[in-house]
C-alpha cells in the first residue's frame, strides 16, 4: 500500500502570509496526488487534483506542484476561511490513501 | 447540484452488524465509482472502500477487508456498505464520495453518517 506523510503538522500563520503544505508519498504516484480543505464539522472539500489542476470554484491563491513522490499545497495569500485542516490523497492505486493531515490555524 | 446523502449510522455493540446507505443524485450514477472514507473522532481521513462504476471491482482497506462489503444499486442510485464484526475501532463519521474517473479524486462528498460501536 502507498503510505502518505505530511509536513508540518501544524502551522500557524496570519492573514496574508504565504503557506507551503507538502506531501510525500512512499513510492511514485506520477501525478495522482489531490488536494482536500476540511473545516471543523464539515465534510471535505476538494481543492486541488491531479497535483495543479484547480477544482471548479476554488480561489487562485490555492496551487500545487510537484510529480513523483514529493507535492506542495500553497496558500499565495491567506484569507480568514482558509484555516482548516489540509489533507492530500494519492489516486494512483485503486486503494487509496491520505496523508495525516495539516492544521492550520491562526497565529 | 450533486447530493450525497448518508443513513444508517447509529449506536450498535462490538461485534455487531450495520449497513449505511449512500443515495446520491445530481448526476449519471452509472457512469462513477462511489467510495467510503472514513474519521474517527477528532482524527484524520481514512479510505474504507470503493467500488467501480460497474459494480464488478471493489475494493477495500486492510482494516476492514473481510468484515466489510460495498455494493451499488443503479435502479436506486445507492451504495452501501455492510459492515460486520464491528469493533471499536470503527467507531466514526462515515462518509460517501464520488470518485471522478479520469484523475480519481473525491470531488462531491456527503455529510456523513455516524457509527458508534460501543457497549
Known amino acids: 500500500d502507498i503510505q502518505m506523510t505530511q509536513s508540518p503538522s501544524s502551522l500557524s500563520a496570519s492573514v496574508g502570509d504565504r503557506v507551503t503544505i507538502t506531501c510525500r508519498a512512499s513510492q511514485s504516484i506520477s501525478n495522482s496526488l489531490n488536494w482536500y480543505q476540511q473545516n471543523t464539522g464539515k465534510a471535505p472539500k476538494l481543492l486541488i487534483y491531479a497535483t495543479s489542476s484547480l477544482q471548479s470554484g476554488v480561489p487562485s491563491r490555492f496551487s500545487g506542484s510537484g510529480s513523483g513522490t514529493d507535492f506542495t499545497l500553497t496558500i499565495s495569500s491567506l484569507q480568514p476561511e482558509d484555516f482548516a485542516t489540509y489533507y492530500c490523497?494519492?489516486?494512483?492505486?485503486?486503494?487509496?490513501?491520505f496523508g495525516p493531515g495539516t492544521k492550520l490555524d491562526i497565529q | 447540484e450533486v447530493q450525497l446523502v448518508e443513513s444508517g449510522g447509529g449506536l450498535i455493540q462490538p461485534g455487531g452488524s450495520l449497513r449505511l446507505s449512500c443515495a446520491a443524485s445530481?448526476?449519471?450514477?452509472?457512469?462513477?465509482?462511489m467510495t467510503w472514507v472514513r474519521q474517527a473522532p477528532g482524527k484524520g481521513l481514512k479510505w474504507v472502500s470503493t467500488?467501480?462504476?460497474?459494480?464488478?471491482?471493489?475494493y477495500y482497506a486492510d482494516s476492514v477487508k473481510g468484515r466489510f462489503t460495498i455494493s451499488r444499486d443503479s435502479s436506486k442510485n445507492t451504495v452501501y456498505l455492510q459492515m460486520h464484526s464491528l469493533r471499536a475501532e470503527d467507531t466514526a463519521l462515515y462518509y460517501c464520495?464520488?470518485?471522478?474517473?479520469?484523475?480519481?479524486?473525491?470531488?462531491?462528498w456527503g455529510q456523513g453518517t455516524l457509527v458508534t460501536v460501543s457497549s
Open positions: 467500488i467501480s462504476a460497474t459494480g464488478y471491482s471493489t
Open positions: 445530481g448526476f449519471n450514477f452509472r457512469s462513477y465509482a
Open positions: 490523497q494519492q489516486s494512483y492505486s485503486d486503494l487509496l490513501s
Open positions: 464520495a464520488k470518485k471522478t474517473g479520469v484523475a480519481g479524486d473525491l470531488d462531491s
